[in-house]
């Protein structure tokens, strides 16, 4: 992933900076969802960091599993993008871009498949206060397994569903109701909010994912400690 393949939006002096990874189909809807945020968030300084990934199927993979929609089979390339994401994006931004990064708290999050991607990632790494994992692929073939093993590093954990995701033809899709309570109860004793949105899976990515996000900043605004 070069670096022309992210977009920055919002305040150099924030307070939170979100992480995102997004499709061409999200990279359009960008401003819309920052707005969304900006209303949801009233007068906190926010920035969206969004990259694109070059393969969604196999960038945001924590590991290979078959095809679920035609030919594209899952690959098992979360752990690069992460590294990515840690090494690379992350210290771009806090170098060259926040004003007051010391002072900045980072939220990983996204949509469907980056959302899932925004779950693992924070069992693997510490760097995240929080995730916002909107209608995420929680259906992804052993993951309540995994889930079950690990530890969140995150404490404060958005999850939603669009209500027909679970009447999906597909019995795998269909199966993300029942996932989702598995991973309601793991998550049971995390500052953790499950909501239902009108829709299947693709409506509204941008306003859901936007919901996501800012009810995380809201969470850690009301529970970080003050300064004076």
């Given at each position: ?8 939006l919002g305040d150099k002096d924030a307070d ?35 990259f694109l990934v070059d393969d969604w199927f ?39 871009v926040l004003a007051k990064p010391t002072e ?125």
């Amino acid at each position: 992933m070069k670096q022309q393949n992210y977009r920055i939006l919002g305040d150099k002096d924030a307070d939170y900076c979100l992480i995102q990874a997004v499709d061409e189909h999200d990279e359009q809807l960008l401003e819309k969802e920052f707005d969304a945020i900006r209303q949801r968030c009233n007068d906190k300084k926010v920035m969206l960091a969004a990259f694109l990934v070059d393969d969604w199927f196999h960038d945001l993979s924590p590991w290979k599993a078959p095809a679920v929609f035609g030919k594209n089979h899952f690959g098992d390339g979360a752990t690069n993008t992460l590294n990515f994401v840690v090494n690379t994006f992350i210290p771009h931004l806090t170098n060259n871009v926040l004003a007051k990064p010391t002072e900045t708290h980072f939220i990983i999050g996204g949509y469907s498949l980056a959302g899932l991607f925004a779950l693992w990632a924070v069992t693997q790494t510490k760097h995240f206060k929080a995730c916002a994992a909107a209608s995420p692929s929680v259906w992804f073939p052993n993951w309540t397994t995994y889930a079950s093993t690990c530890h969140f590093h995150a404490d404060t954990i958005y999850l939603s569903l669009g209500n027909k995701e679970t009447k999906a033809k597909n019995q795998l899709l269909a199966h993300v109701g029942e996932d989702m309570e598995s991973l309601m109860h793991i998550l049971e004793n995390k500052k953790t909010t499950f909501e239902w949105n009108e829709g299947n899976h693709f409506a509204e990515t941008d306003v859901r994912t936007a919901k996501a996000f800012a009810w995380c900043i809201n969470q850690l605004e009301t529970n970080l400690p003050k300064t004076i």
